[in-house]
């Protein structure tokens, strides 16, 4: 029979409801408590999303409504399952993964951020990914200290 005749299948909703997985970071999955109260917190609202597309009743838009929250499940379950939560620093001597780092470009810009996991960072928000080229500058390095790569100059003014 011709896909044209079945109303379960079709050329259309195929290509809408075979998304590619989200890419997931070859780097350590690091995150903080918030970090993992927030991935599983996701994880939780694509469940709810999913289930709500179940009750559609129109096959189809049943599954183009289910192939987001389907994908996002298999990301974030992935993304909970092998997150190491790394307890906030106790030392501010030297920056480290939970640290929060002011310094000032070679521009004069001063801007602060707290080094966090990569789903839970939001530069806009003031958090950077541990994995960033900035935050890769900054770690193990101290106040006062001036590191840089790629006419990238920066000077650490505080951590906390």
Not at 9 to 36: C, K, Y
Not at 60 to 72: T, V
């Amino acid at each position: 029979m011709s896909v044209a005749f079945t109303k379960e299948d079709s050329t259309e909703t195929a290509s809408e409801t075979l998304l590619p997985d989200r890419p997931i970071s070859p780097h350590p999955n690091l995150v903080t408590e918030t970090g993992l109260k927030a991935l599983q917190f996701q994880l939780e609202q694509a469940r709810e999303a999913y289930e709500t597309a179940q009750k559609i009743e129109d096959v189809n838009e049943r599954r183009r409504q289910a192939a987001i929250p389907l994908r996002d499940i298999r990301y974030f379950a992935a993304r909970v399952r092998t997150a190491q939560v790394i307890a906030d620093p106790v030392s501010t001597e030297t920056v480290a993964f939970g640290s929060t780092v002011t310094f000032r470009r070679k521009d004069g810009r001063v801007q602060k951020y707290r080094v966090v996991g990569e789903d839970e960072a939001d530069p806009n928000a003031g958090s950077i990914s541990f994995a960033s080229p900035v935050a890769r500058l900054l770690m193990g390095k101290a106040v006062g200290d001036e590191c840089g790569a790629s006419g990238q100059e920066l000077e650490i003014i505080s951590i906390s």
